[in-house]
């Protein structure tokens, strides 16, 4: 779709980027006569100063980057991060047609999905949950129960971190730090409006609603162009390939950079989104345990399951390029989420007779605020006669969650069929718990966590080639859990040294070797058979690997193993009896990734992924459950071939596969085999300005399962095959 690609070739391109990125040296040529009057290239090494402001991918088009600013404060050569990152970039994201996190991260190298309603799917890597997500390197929690997973629709970019980040994300997950690169406004005007349509090959399901409408405005608003803004929106009705479970979304996102003088600059920002949903649990599995393969598009569920959902937030950057070549950046954000949610689901595995032997039915909301605040300032100097840098910052994040929910295991009182549940009459849920009836169950929570930190990192260059990283956070925190209807309170505050060391050795032009040590920990809200909050969770990772750069920088590749240890999970006790939690023990995850992403030439674009992982119980505890979710072979592969200059010029085809190995349920007792399923596309410029774009998914239909979970719920079928249409014009 009219793509932009200004990949740099040369000097002026791969060099050029690394010395802008302060990648420490560069080599220059100069000339010098020889004997036979011929120019001899003479090599002198210089530094570089660092170039704080990336291009965004927008701009620079293509499925590769330079920098990220993940696991740092200022954009950063791949090739120097000692650890696996991968980039999505913004045309990466059209060309899949991903609209919210939980899709494009089923796509994603070393990232796993445990599906549910789009927007509400629980996303994982190295075994271990995304808790929360960053917006511009600004924190705030994510959950599958709230909803909180965000859509794309104001972002340029998605940068992935697999693995502990904890000098800048001390408590973070263990899974590692997504960061979200927000669309910027533009020095000129642009403008887009695109619209897309879909269809699906499954003749059972009565009607599909998959649908979008976008507009995207930007450019200058003064006539000197000091003040640029940019407005989004986008209204989406997603399938969901299963009778009665609607999905829509609606997000709005305005944007501002104010130019205060040369030096300084303003950003202001405000995503705001709404979800609407027909909430699906997933299926039961049959009389014998199994899947009931050729009941995909089944639906178990009462028509009036419902979630709904409110989210807004609001960013504010103020940056500073001071004239000893320092950098200063202050930064806020602020978010506020709400939901609602009643729905009734299968309570039990499925009889002889296809019958469910009891439904049941949950109810809540949730009212979640967070605030995260971050002040950082870096430096470039000289010493070693090479170009080194330092970051010195301090923050301070925030979160507080008010839960109310209501249970029960038996809505009807008797076996119901799943027509009957389609059908069941309105229940309320968290009215019949609030007045005490027998059978439903009531509890409301509010959490509180907080954490103030001092952080500093350093990166020295005593040889040319070698990069010395090293770094360490001092984090306060403290957190607090209420139960608001039986009364008592358990909190728990402490100081925690969180290190982090790195390096990275340039053995040529094009590949880096590296080795890291990071560490995280995090507060855990869980109360332990004493009464008190169970010790926070801790957790370090060994990794080792290879990066490259070819053709220019236009093509990244990445060979890496990594070791990751997790002690003291908070897990609910196997006495069900009790109701605490208890210390999961320890356990250690090895493994290892093959990446490789961006554009064998011009007009091709590849992304391919390869990830093993295998876990060992070192301490044995009460639940080490989640690690059997995740499969120990993944693949993902994306690759798009644009035709320019002959009878196919305008025309661009894409293909992918995405294939995972067998894997269980949280007990055991469900098997899902392996998959791999193929999707394509098909796009064609019309015009400079109108271009149309054909997404197909599941090529072959095939039916496959891509979550196993209990005996009653959350077995999830994958997506038929399936088409999305979309018309885009750009003024």
């Known amino acids: 779709m009219n793509k932009k690609h200004t990949q740099g070739r040369g000097l002026c391109g791969a060099g050029a980027r690394r010395l802008m990125l302060g990648a420490g040296v560069v080599l220059v040529s100069m000339p010098a006569q020889a004997d036979d009057s011929t120019l001899v290239l003479d090599t002198q090494r210089v530094t570089g100063l660092r170039l704080y402001d990336m291009a965004s991918s927008e701009e620079s088009g293509g499925y590769s980057v330079d920098a990220a600013t993940v696991g740092s404060k200022v954009p950063a050569s791949l090739r120097d991060i000692p650890q696996s990152v991968s980039v999505v970039t913004h045309d990466a994201i059209e060309d899949q047609n991903f609209i919210t996190l939980d899709q494009l991260a089923a796509r994603t190298l070393g990232v796993r999905v445990l599906n549910n309603d789009s927007g509400r799917s629980s996303i994982f890597a190295r075994g271990y949950e995304y808790d929360a997500y960053s917006i511009d390197g600004l924190s705030a ?128 920002g405000v995503i705001h989104n709404t979800k609407d949903i027909t909430v699906n649990q997933g299926q039961p599995v049959g009389s014998d345990g199994d899947f009931t393969y050729g009941r995909s598009s089944a639906f178990y569920g009462a028509d009036w399951n419902s979630f709904e959902s409110d989210s807004t937030d609001v960013i504010a950057e103020l940056t500073h390029h001071f004239s000893s070549r320092g950098y200063g950046r202050l930064a806020a954000r602020y978010s506020d989420r709400n939901a609602d949610y009643e729905y009734a689901y299968s309570g039990s595995a499925l009889s002889d007779s296809g019958d469910m032997s009891s439904v049941a039915g949950y109810a809540g909301f949730t009212d979640e605020t967070s605030v995260s605040v971050d002040a950082s300032y870096t430096q470039g100097f000289d010493a070693f006669g090479n170009q080194n840098e330092f970051v010195v910052g301090v923050d301070y994040k925030t979160s507080e969650a008010d839960t109310t929910a209501a249970r029960t295991s038996n809505l009807t009182g008797s076996s119901a069929s799943i027509s009957e549940l389609n059908n069941l009459v309105y229940v309320d849920i968290l009215g019949n718990a609030r007045d005490g009836v027998s059978g439903y169950s009531l509890s409301r929570t509010k959490t509180t966590l907080e954490e103030q930190g001092l952080y500093g990192k350093v990166t020295l260059r005593p040889v040319a080639p070698l990069a010395v990283i090293l770094g360490a956070r001092v984090s306060h925190f403290s957190a607090d859990s209420e139960d608001r209807i039986n009364g008592g309170s358990s909190d728990m505050q402490d100081t ?124 044995a505890g009460s639940s080490d459950a989640l690690l059997m979710l995740m499969p120990n072979n993944m693949v993902n592969l994306w690759t798009q071939y644009r035709f320019e200059g002959n009878l196919l010029d305008g025309v661009s085809v894409g293909a992918g596969m995405t294939a995972l190995s067998d894997f269980d349920n949280t007990q055991g007792t469900i098997h899902a085999p392996g998959y791999a399923v193929f999707d394509a596309m098909l796009g064609y410029q019309f015009t400079p300005r109108l271009s149309g774009q054909l997404n197909v998914y599941n090529l072959f239909d095939r039916e496959y399962y891509v979550r196993a979970g209990s005996a009653s719920v959350f077995n999830f079928v994958g997506r038929p095959a399936s088409a999305v249409a979309t018309m885009k014009y750009e003024f």
């Open 141 to 268: 929690p994510m959950s599958s129960l709230t909803g909180s997973v965000p859509s794309l629709t104001a972002i340029d970019r998605v940068e992935v971190m697999r693995g502990p980040s904890g000098l800048f994300n001390s408590t973070s997950e263990l899974g590692g730090v997504i960061n979200l690169v927000r669309k910027r406004p533009t020095d000129t005007f642009q403008g887009s409006i695109s619209g897309s349509v879909g269809t699906l090959d499954d003749s059972s399901v009565g009607t599909l609603d998959d649908s979008s409408v976008s507009v995207d405005i930007s450019g200058p608003i003064d006539e000197q162009g000091r003040i640029r803004g940019r407005l989004v929106t986008r209204s989406t009705e997603q399938a969901q390939w299963v009778d009665d479970n609607d999905n829509t979304l609606n997000d709005f996102y305005g944007a501002l950079d104010i130019d205060l003088d040369e030096n300084t600059e303003l950003s202001l």
């Open 496 to 619: 925690a040294v969180t290190p982090y060391g790195g390096l990275v050795y340039d053995l040529d032009a094009d590949h880096s070797v590296y080795a890291s040590y990071s560490k995280v920990f995090e507060p855990q809200t869980s109360e332990g058979e004493d009464g008190d909050l169970i010790d926070p969770r801790e957790g370090e990772q060994y990794e080792i690997g290879i990066k490259g750069s070819y053709l220019d920088g236009a093509l990244n590749a990445r060979i890496s193993g990594f070791q990751l240890t997790d002690s003291h999970r908070a897990a609910s006790s196997t006495d069900s009896s009790v109701d605490y939690s208890v210390d999961s023990g320890k356990m250690r995850i090895t493994g290892a990734e093959l990446e490789l992403a961006g554009n064998i030439t011009p007009q091709w674009d590849v992304i391919f992924g390869y990830t093993y992982m295998d876990s060992e119980v070192l301490e």
